[in-house]
C-alpha cells in the first residue's frame, strides 16, 4: 500500500517545489526528516526551485540520453530529469541518507533504469568501481565548490578531470564563487570542451553563481580549428 502510494505521488510536482531548508518530504504519508540540511558543517545553500533555476531552459536535451548526476542530494533535481524521458539515470551522493531517500523518491519509476551509489568523488578507486565508463550527460550541481574548499586545488581538478572524462556530450555545472566558475571552464577547455551556455547571477546571496554548459568539441571540429 505504502509502495503505491509513492507511485502515485510521483506523479505530481509537489515534491520538488514545497521542499525549503526546514520541512520535511512527505511520502506514501511518511514524513522523512531532511537529511538534506547540512552539509557536515556547511548549511544547505537553496531551496529545490533555487537549485534547478535554468537547468530546463539551458538547451540541453535529456531525452534518449544516459545520465550522470554526480552530487545528486536525495535525488529531487534527478527526478525531475526523468521527466524528460532520458535512457538512464545514474545518481551518486557522498551521504548514505541521501542516498536512501533518492531510492525511495525513484521507486516507483520501475520503467526507468536507474541507479543511486554512495560515493566519494575524491576516491579513484572507488570511483573507477561505481561510475559507467561514459554518460552522455552529467550533471555536477553546486559540488565543485565544496571539493575544492575541503580537499584543495589538486583533488578537486581531479574530479573535475574524471567527470569529463567519462562526458561523450554534455557536462552541466553550477559553481560558485565566480573565479572558481572560472578555474572550473578552464578545466573543461582543456579536456576538450566548449562553453556553449552561461548563466550567471550576481546578487550578494549566490556569489555569482553560475550555471555553465559544456559540450564536447567533436575531433573534427577541434583539428579545423586548429588548422
Known amino acids: 500500500m505504502k509502495r503505491a502510494l509513492l507511485a502515485d505521488s510521483l506523479g505530481t510536482d509537489h515534491a520538488a517545489h514545497s521542499i525549503g531548508r526546514e520541512t520535511v518530504l512527505k511520502l506514501f504519508g ?44 536525495v535525488g529531487i533535481v534527478a527526478y525531475e530529469i526523468a521527466k524528460h524521458g532520458p535512457a538512464s539515470i545514474h545518481g551518486v551522493d557522498y551521504f548514505p541518507e541521501f542516498i536512501t531517500t533518492a531510492r525511495n523518491i525513484f521507486h516507483g519509476y520501475r520503467a526507468l533504469p536507474h541507479r543511486f551509489d554512495v560515493l566519494d568523488l575524491t576516491k579513484p ?22 571539493i575544492y574548499e575541503r580537499h584543495g586545488a589538486v583533488v578537486a581538478e581531479q574530479v573535475a578531470v574524471t567527470l569529463a572524462n567519462r562526458c561523450t556530450s554534455t557536462l552541466i555545472a553550477r559553481t560558485a564563487p565566480a573565479e572558481l566558475a572560472d578555474a572550473f571552464s578552464s578545466i573543461m577547455r582543456r579536456e576538450g570542451f566548449e562553453l556553449v551556455h552561461e548563466r550567471r547571477r550576481a546578487n550578494s546571496t549566490s556569489r555569482g553563481r553560475s550555471l555553465s554548459v559544456y559540450s564536447r568539441v567533436r575531433q573534427s571540429a577541434s583539428n579545423e580549428a586548429n588548422g
Not at 58 to 73: H, M, P, Q, R
Open 125 to 146: 578507486r572507488r570511483v573507477e568501481k561505481t561510475l559507467s565508463a561514459n554518460y552522455d550527460i552529467i550533471v555536477f550541481l553546486a559540488v565543485w565548490r565544496h
Open 30 to 73: 511518511i514524513k522523512l526528516r531532511a537529511p538534506w540540511r547540512r552539509y557536515g558543517n556547511t548549511k544547505f545553500g537553496g531551496d529545490w526551485p533555487y537549485r534547478l533555476e535554468g537547468l530546463f531552459q539551458s538547451g540541453v536535451e535529456f531525452s534518449g540520453k544516459t545520465i550522470l548526476d554526480a552530487g545528486c542530494n
